[in-house]
Antibody
Framework: EVQLVESGGTLVQPGGSLRLSCAVS????????MNWVRQAPGKGLEWVSH????????YQEDSVKGRFTISRDDAKNSLYLQMNSLRAEDTAVYYC????????????WGQGTMVTVSS | DIQLTQSPSFLSASVGDRVTITCRAS??????LAWYQQKPGKAPKLLIY???TLHHGVPSRFSGSASGTEFTLTISSLQPEDFATYYC??????????FGQGTKLEIK
């Protein structure tokens, strides 16, 4: 069974940092294009960041550029999102998602982890 | 940036009804459109990709179609488990994808 399990979400003060983790089982992480997608409370879905299969191409949504970094550890089969200079508007559930490319869509989702940025 | 506009934003319907949700793209996106279903407190689930291809395990009462920049998700006969929020997603600018604002389908 394929599972993506996020962790690391918590309450953090504005300007603080946090690292989210996504432990992957049932598939080899390095064989998939990976993403982080977030959803603010009561709001819609927003794509945040993408890491290519090769691991050397990274894409980010404009509002997180220079603040968030996506990475992976193949030995641990885990995906990460390092989040710095956090703002109130970053408050959301963060989902780890494996995609099947532009044709196949975002087909494997984790259960999400909640990040709250507040003083 | 490609914008997706879903209509309606809220939809009230009864079990057994046929419902249609529309997603309009601000520019051409070919067939690079997916539909997702999300229930409260849960992660979204992929329903349809490439505008009209049913993801494995998705009931055949769900279908998708495209005409130019307008895409539709149709549920032929609503079941109790179908009441949820539905999102469209464009992948034409992959990996920089974007989602519609969502359509909440409620029980009448």
């Amino acid at each position: 069974e394929v599972q993506l399990v996020e962790s690391g979400g918590t309450l953090v003060q504005p300007g603080g940092s946090l690292r989210l983790s996504c432990a992957v089982s049932g598939i080899t992480l390095s064989s998939y294009e990976m993403n982080w997608v977030r959803q603010a409370p009561g709001k819609g879905l927003e794509w945040v960041s993408h890491l290519s299969i090769s691991g050397d191409s990274v894409y980010q949504e404009d509002s997180v550029k220079g603040r968030f970094t996506i990475s992976r550890d193949d030995a641990k089969n885990s995906l990460y999102l390092q989040m710095n200079s956090l703002r109130a508007e970053d408050t959301a559930v963060y989902y780890c998602v494996a995609d099947a490319g532009p044709v196949g869509g975002f087909d494997i989702w984790g259960q999400g982890t909640m990040v709250t940025v507040s003083s | 940036d490609i914008q997706l506009t879903q209509s309606p934003s809220f939809l009230s319907a009864s079990v057994g009804d046929r419902v249609t949700i529309t997603c309009r793209a601000s520019q051409g996106i070919s067939h690079y459109l997916a539909w997702y279903q999300q229930k409260p407190g849960k992660a979204p689930k992929l329903l349809i990709y490439s505008a009209s291809t049913l993801h494995h395990g998705v009931p055949s009462r769900f279908s998708g179609s495209a005409s130019g920049t307008e895409f539709t998700l149709t549920i032929s006969s609503l079941q109790p488990e179908d009441f949820a929020t539905y999102y469209c997603q464009q992948l034409n600018s992959y990996p920089r994808v974007s989602f519609g604002q969502g359509t909440k389908l409620e029980i009448k």
